[in-house]
């Protein structure tokens, strides 16, 4: 008979854990977390550079819960091109809200702490379209919620989150918690991102707050210069494995191997996370000499930030850009700059519509493969 009762979830900190038996793992992403933040120092300006890297996680964390736009899809909408279609086009601007609710996050962050005021905030932004409408951003749910698959009955559900009686003190210890001193920080972080998703205070969007909550205390406890860390391709290439242990969390036992697993995904996607920065920072660098020598205009650098903000872009975006020279000379440097196949041409004009240009390199290199 399957059970029908909430999960009855205990309060942090967590006892019985195997804290020597964690150490070397500890050690592993600890080190990793150090040497992607010492890239993270080096590159200019990280909003702008790895800005595509943030849409990115936006991405594939929504991936995680189903949304099968890609990188390319996101940048392509913001370029002004029309979705494949409706759900597309829903799937899009969940996206583009993650990545809305990453950058209020950051600059709440700049000013203050963590609180549960800012994660409900997040929660509006990122469920303010029309498939959140009727999700209640922003507040807590009021009702019994169960993990399963899609429109499945609670009797036949993987898994029954807490009463929602329970959700405000569960998610105060998780406040209290997560500005406590625990014995080590990332396993600390592994716990909150585990109990916040058994709490599942909301109606929806809960993988996706947890997973937002990781860059934004790696900043806080001081562990990145920037809260700016890529954890979600980790769980979306193991997705299957990444729901069972969260689902398997019910003694000790299991909570020790999920601290190990998000340890792992941790130092991993810090070395991956670090190879992506740097490559990118290189791309940059050839590009910037590059493009210099090609125009010799001062205008060269500030086209260049600008791509790598906006990879893919409709011309007449940046006629209308303050920062750029007057559309003439705009024009001009395109041109050098599709000559030397450093942009590619994505959509010829037509009529009124201006031609689509994409920073091919870029895109690819963000995705991992040739999509462009
Ligand atoms: N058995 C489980 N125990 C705890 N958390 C789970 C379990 N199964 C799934 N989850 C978490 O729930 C998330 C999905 O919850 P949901 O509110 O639909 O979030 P989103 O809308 O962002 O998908 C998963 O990404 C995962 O993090
Ligand atoms: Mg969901």
């Not at 050690?27 to 943030?54: F, N, W």
């Not at 700049?110 to 800012?118: D, E, I």
């Not at 916040?196 to 406890?221: A, Q, S, T």
């Amino acid at each position: 008979m399957p059970s029908v009762r909430p999960f009855v979830a205990k309060l942090l900190p967590r006892a019985g854990l195997d804290w020597k038996g964690l150490v070397p793992a500890i050690g592993r992403a600890t080190r990793a977390l150090a040497r992607y933040d010492g890239i993270l120092h080096g590159v200019p300006d990280p909003a702008v550079l790895l800005s595509p890297l943030t849409t990115q996680e936006a991405v594939l964390s929504s991936k995680i819960e189903g949304t099968q736009a890609t990188l390319g899809d996101v940048l392509r909408f913001e370029a002004g091109e029309p979705p494949a279609s409706g759900e597309r086009r829903e799937d899009i601007r969940e996206i583009l809200n993650y990545r809305r609710a990453l950058r209020e996050a950051e600059r709440a962050l700049a000013k203050g702490r963590f609180s549960l005021s800012l994660l409900k905030r997040l929660h509006a932004v990122l469920l303010e379209s029309v498939r959140g409408r009727g999700k209640t951003p922003g507040e807590y749910r009021r009702a019994r919620v169960w993990v399963g698959e899609p429109g499945t009955p609670i009797e036949q559900a993987r898994f029954i989150p807490p009463e929602p009686a329970r959700v405000p003190a569960l998610l105060a210890n998780l406040e209290a918690y997560w500005r406590a001193e625990e014995l080590d920080p990332l396993v600390q972080l592994a716990l909150i991102h585990a109990q916040f998703e058994i709490i599942h205070p909301f109606r929806d969007g809960n993988g996706r707050i947890g997973r937002m909550l990781v860059p934004l205390f790696l900043y806080e406890k001081k562990l990145l210069s920037r809260p700016m860390f890529y954890l979600s391709q980790y769980f979306d290439t193991r997705r299957t494995e990444y729901i069972a242990r969260l689902r398997a969390l019910n003694g000790p036992a299991s909570w020790n191997t999920w601290a190990a697993f998000f340890l792992r995904a941790l130092a991993e996607q810090a070395d991956a996370n670090a190879d992506k920065a740097r490559r990118i920072l290189a791309l940059y660098e050839r590009l910037k000499a590059r493009t210099i020598e090609l125009t010799r205009s001062q205008y060269a650098v500030p086209l260049l930030d600008r791509l790598f903000a906006r990879p893919v872009f409709a011309s007449n975006d940046l006629f209308r850009d303050p920062k750029m020279p007057t559309k003439p000379v705009v024009t001009l440097l395109l041109q050098r700059f599709r000559d030397a196949g450093i942009l590619k041409r994505l959509r010829e004009a037509s009529g009124r519509r201006a031609q689509v240009l994409a920073l091919a390199e870029l895109v690819n290199l963000c995705e991992g493969k040739k999509v462009l």
